[in-house]
């Protein structure tokens, strides 16, 4: 067995350094989407709001950020998103506002 | 490399891609290589949303929605179509989008058994269907026999309008043919049951519809409860919107309902007189949809207790529970907390049948109640695995604040139909 999965092994990892994913690309699943699969409840699938809810894909991973740490802080005002911002950390935001500015 | 399968080949391309990233090098994307059957009954908040996310997760597997009705009508927004708000078509959604353009393959029909061994779903109509991993997502069933009286010919008269569509409408219908200075009398049964709020926004947009119709008329609560969901908010709006009009009795008054008598129009409370009314709405207890219980989904109990990170049941192997039929508290019984179910255990599956890991789970909930077309609150939570089980955040979630201008409470109403607007394109369209 060992010998034997010496190749595919190799294989695997030119395969593998050829594919250079970017986070999210082909169906890796990251945090990223995990944790974004709890905003589109409300905002829509990938941000893309029908109704009320402002529609948050493609917006730039800085103004989320911003925006859910003001959120958080109490900063910027809401009826709902303080509520739910103060329930991921920092990294947590860094990767759901990186997620949502890929949603074009 | 002979005895080689597949399977093993893609966990060896998942080896090679940790290793690699050791190397300096990116993770590989594999799940894109998911391959498998999966099947989904019930095509409700919790089901619908795991075959859409299934098949937007990892494209390449075989997904099939079974589901009874050829139209879905939601729960929520069905007290809105009651005070008259909003028509049934409103709440009322196809499976062309999950077919036609997520790539699910929707068989109308009903999962009449389950073999866990073969790994079969037997279906009404016939045909079985393989699957290597099944979802059961088959929402309540009333517990019939519960309250002395109360069988299904008897809902017919004293409708529970908990499963939304016929039953909404016979309420509606009763409603509007009351007379002015009539008693509706709602009873609320005791936790766990399908949307904690539910009974207490239901009173409210009743009585919204009464304050125009029927000004007269009086809304009593019965609660087989000692408190419930939201209700310093609740009390507050009914006070400010219909004064005098909305009565609680909570269960410790006499609140609890053992018998209903649909002849005469009467309940009757574990203790003190029979209460006579004019429309009757009661809340019966439930327990998860009969296929979870034909399965042994649910043990020795009345709901079907799961590993709370993948919702695979603990009673039988790669069958997952999800939604009302799941035990998943803290979180509650609602559509958002079961969407919100369905795409964790997306995750899981398309992680396990690619041979990844799958990311630590983030679930979340909001119930929205109106407590008048114009007057909105919510409950939120963020929650995480924690040692033993599902837990909220700390610091995060929790109620609208009580002491909110009208403006708060109206911009909460609009949000409420943008959530409605929002969850259901996410699940349906
Ligand atoms: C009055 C009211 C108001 C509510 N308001 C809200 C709200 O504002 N927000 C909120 O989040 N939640 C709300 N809810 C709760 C919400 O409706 C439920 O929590 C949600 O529907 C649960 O989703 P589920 O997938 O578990 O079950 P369901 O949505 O009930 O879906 C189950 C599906 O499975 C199908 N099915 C069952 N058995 C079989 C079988 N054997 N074969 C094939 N198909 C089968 C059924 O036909 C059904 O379509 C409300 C509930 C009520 C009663």
Redesign the interface.
């Known amino acids: 067995m060992r010998t034997?999965?010496g190749?595919?092994?190799v294989a695997?990892?030119v395969?593998?350094?050829s594919?250079?994913?970017?986070p999210g690309?082909?169906?890796?699943?990251?945090?990223g989407?995990?944790?974004s699969?709890?905003c589109?409840?409300?905002?829509?699938?990938d941000g893309k709001?029908?109704?009320?809810?402002p529609d948050i894909s493609g917006k730039s991973a800085d103004y989320i950020r911003t925006s859910l740490e003001d959120f958080r802080s109490g900063q910027r005002d809401s009826?709902?998103m303080g509520?739910?911002?103060?329930?991921?950390t920092d990294e947590?935001i860094r990767l759901i506002a990186e997620y949502f500015e890929r949603q074009k | 490399?002979t005895h080689?399968t597949r399977r093993n080949?893609v966990r060896?391309?998942a080896?090679?891609?940790a290793?690699?990233s050791v190397l300096g090098?990116?993770?590989?994307?594999?799940?894109?290589?998911?391959e498998g059957r999966v099947v989904v009954v019930g095509g409700g908040f919790g089901g619908a949303s795991c075959a859409k996310?299934l098949s937007?997760?990892?494209?390449g597997l075989d997904v099939t929605l079974v589901e009874r009705d050829s139209r879905y009508i939601t729960c929520p927004f069905s007290n809105a179509v009651l005070a008259g708000l909003y028509d049934l078509d409103y709440i009322t959604h196809g499976y062309d989008a999950l077919q036609q353009s997520h790539g699910v393959k929707v068989v109308h029909d009903s999962a009449t058994g389950i073999d866990p061994e073969a790994k079969t779903v037997s279906l009404a109509g016939g045909s079985t269907l393989q699957y290597d991993r099944l979802v059961v997502s088959p929402g309540i069933d009333i517990q019939w026999g519960a309250i002395e009286g109360y069988d299904q010919a008897a809902s017919e008269r004293i409708p529970h309008a908990w499963i939304a569509g016929s039953q909404t409408m016979i309420l509606r219908k009763q409603l509007e043919e009351m007379p002015d200075g009539g008693v509706v009398i709602i009873a609320a049964p005791r936790n766990p049951f399908r949307c904690p709020p539910g009974p207490y926004e239901r009173a409210s947009l009743i009585a919204h519809y009464l304050k125009q119709a029927k000004p007269r008329s009086k809304i009593l609560i019965y609660d087989a409860k000692g408190k419930f969901s939201k209700q310093p908010l609740f009390e507050q709006g009914w006070q400010a919107l219909y004064p005098g009009m909305v009565e609680w009795i909570s269960e410790s008054d006499g609140g609890a309902i053992e018998g209903v008598d649909a002849g005469n129009m009467t309940v009757q409370p574990t203790f003190g007189d029979p209460q006579k009314a004019d429309v009757i709405n009661l809340i019966p207890p439930q327990k998860a949809g009969a296929i979870a219980h034909t399965a042994g989904l649910t043990g020795d109990g009345a709901w079907c207790p799961v590993n709370q990170r993948t919702f695979e049941s603990t009673v039988h192997k790669d069958i997952h529970v999800i939604g009302d039929a799941a035990i998943a508290n803290p979180m509650p019984k609602s559509g958002?907390a079961a969407?919100?179910q369905g795409?964790?255990c997306a995750?899981s599956i398309?992680?396990s049948l690619?041979g990844?890991e799958?990311?630590?789970?983030?679930?979340?909930n909001?119930c929205y109640s109106l407590i008048g077309p114009d007057y909105g609150i919510?409950v939120?939570?963020?929650y995480r695995m924690g040692e033993s089980g599902i837990v909220a955040?700390e610091?995060?979630?929790?109620v609208?604040p009580k002491d909110a201008s009208e403006a708060?409470r109206r911009?909460?109403a609009?949000?409420s139909?943008?959530?409605?607007?929002?969850?259901t394109?996410?699940i349906w369209?």
């Open positions: 034997s999965i190749i595919p092994l695997a990892a395969m593998v350094s594919l250079l994913a970017s690309q082909a169906g890796e699943l990251t945090r989407e995990m944790l699969a709890s589109s409840g409300c905002h829509g699938t709001s029908p109704g009320a809810i009826t709902v509520r739910h911002a103060k329930g991921y947590e | 490399m080689l080949f060896m391309m080896a090679a891609g290793a690699s090098w990116p993770i590989v994307s594999l799940a894109g290589k998911a996310y937007k997760l990892a494209p958002f969407s919100s795409k964790v995750m398309a992680a690619s990844q799958m990311p630590d789970p983030s679930y979340v909001t919510s939120a939570a963020v955040v610091g995060a979630g929790g609208s708060f911009t909460e609009r949000y139909v943008g959530w409605y607007q929002s969850i394109s996410d369209a």
